[in-house]
């Protein structure tokens, strides 16, 4: 009979095998316990640790002032001041912000916002009234370009205004339709209000009334070239004050200036007067070839003879 604990070469070698993977699958199993409980142990250290850092840092909020805690526990207002135009995350932060408001905030910044008051941060539609009244005493904002380049504007209009007021008051103002001046008491200011009359036609109306004695018509303007066709409808003449002139005593110079006058005529004068003596009328002039009819009728108003 066979021996029951006779094993052959084979089965002996088969028990060993099993053997040894029940040793190290045992090892294996005492390694993995051993790893847990030190993980164990090493996360209970982070949590204590974090726990720390945590309770320093809120202790250190704390002693902050002003504080203020709002309803989220993790929301904490420690305010400093800042300028909404440079100021990063951790300011905004501090104002008592969320973290998707500091988001929008920023977003709406780097598109090209820039905050010069309370108006500037109510656009921002992330932040409520409240949170912008909640930073403004904190908040110090750079001088608005704006208002400097309204205040730039409003200051060359008033530059313009000046220059163009001292200009205006250079050029008189012209008369309007139905306004008329007196020719009789007119001076260069005066006349300069006619319209298409300037300075050199006003000097030369004066001129012209001062050499024939003074005007007796203002139908008489139109003996002077240059001036505008509708003239007489701007002046009125109330009086009339001639300067005579004495025929008999005036000398060659003195008669031939007056307008009405010419060389020739003149030369007749003085021949009449050499001849017969001191002129009583200008009709007996009226034999001399230089005079007509109508020469006497100009100068009538201004000839005296004695």
Same mark, same amino acid.
């Given at each position: 009979?066979?021996?029951?604990?006779?094993?052959?070469?084979?089965?002996?070698?088969?028990?060993?095998?099993?053997?040894?993977?029940?040793?190290?699958?045992?090892?294996?199993?005492?390694?993995?316990?051993?790893?847990?409980?030190?993980?164990?142990?090493?996360?209970?250290?982070?949590?204590a640790d974090t726990s720390e850092e945590v309770r320093l840092f809120m202790a250190e909020v704390s002693e902050q002032k002003p504080r203020y805690k709002q309803n989220d526990d993790s929301l904490i207002y420690a305010p400093v001041p800042f300028d909404p135009n440079t100021?990063?995350?951790?300011?905004?932060?501090?104002?008592?912000?969320?973290?998707?408001?500091?988001?929008?905030?920023?977003?709406? %910044?780097?598109?090209?916002?820039?905050?010069?008051?309370?108006?500037? @941060?109510? !656009?921002?539609?992330? &932040?409520?009234? #409240?949170? *912008?009244?909640?930073?403004?005493?904190?908040?110090?904002?750079?001088?608005?370009?704006?208002?400097?380049?309204?205040?730039?504007?409003?200051?060359?209009?008033?530059?313009?205004?000046?220059?163009?007021?001292?200009?205006?008051?250079?050029?008189?103002?012209?008369?309007?339709?139905?306004?008329?001046?007196?020719?009789?008491?007119?001076?260069?200011?005066?006349?300069?209000?006619?319209?298409?009359?300037?300075?050199?036609?006003?000097?030369?109306?004066?001129?012209?009334?001062?050499?024939?004695?003074?005007?007796?018509?203002?139908?008489?303007?139109?003996?002077?070239?240059?001036?505008?066709?509708?003239?007489?409808?701007?002046?009125?003449?109330?009086?009339?004050?001639? %300067?005579?002139?004495?025929?008999?005593?005036?000398?060659?110079?003195? @008669?031939? !200036?007056?307008?009405? &006058?010419?060389? #020739?005529? *003149?030369?007749?004068?003085?021949?009449?007067?050499?001849?017969?003596?001191?002129?009583?009328?200008?009709?007996?002039?009226?034999?001399e070839d230089a005079f007509s009819v109508k020469d006497f009728e100009r100068l009538e108003p201004y000839i005296a003879f004695e």
């Open positions: 009979m066979k021996n029951m604990f006779y094993f052959s070469r084979r089965e002996r070698l088969s028990l060993c095998m099993l053997a040894l993977v029940i040793v190290v699958a045992l090892t294996g199993l005492r390694i993995y316990e051993s790893c847990l409980a030190d993980a164990d142990r090493e996360e209970e250290n982070i949590e100021c990063d995350s951790s300011v905004l932060l501090r104002m008592g912000l969320r973290k998707w408001q500091v988001r929008t905030f920023l977003k709406y %910044r780097s598109a090209g916002a820039r905050f010069y008051g309370r108006d500037d @941060l109510l !656009r921002v539609y992330s &932040l409520s009234k #409240e949170d *912008v009244e909640r930073m403004m005493p904190y908040a110090h904002f750079p001088v608005d370009e704006r208002v400097l380049r309204k205040a730039e504007q409003e200051e060359n209009k008033r530059i313009r205004d000046s220059l163009f007021n001292a200009m205006v008051a250079t050029f008189p103002q012209k008369l309007k339709e139905g306004e008329m001046i007196d020719l009789s008491e007119a001076d260069t200011s005066q006349l300069k209000k006619i319209p298409g009359v300037g300075s050199y036609y006003a000097g030369k109306i004066l001129r012209y009334g001062e050499r024939l004695g003074g005007f007796v018509s203002v139908s008489q303007l139109k003996e002077i070239e240059g001036l505008p066709e509708d003239i007489e409808k701007w002046v009125r003449l109330s009086t009339s004050r001639i %300067r005579k002139l004495n025929i008999n005593k005036a000398d060659f110079k003195t @008669l031939i !200036r007056h307008p009405y &006058l010419n060389y #020739e005529q *003149v030369k007749a004068i003085f021949n009449h007067r050499n001849q017969y003596g001191d002129l009583k009328s200008l009709r007996q002039l009226s034999t």
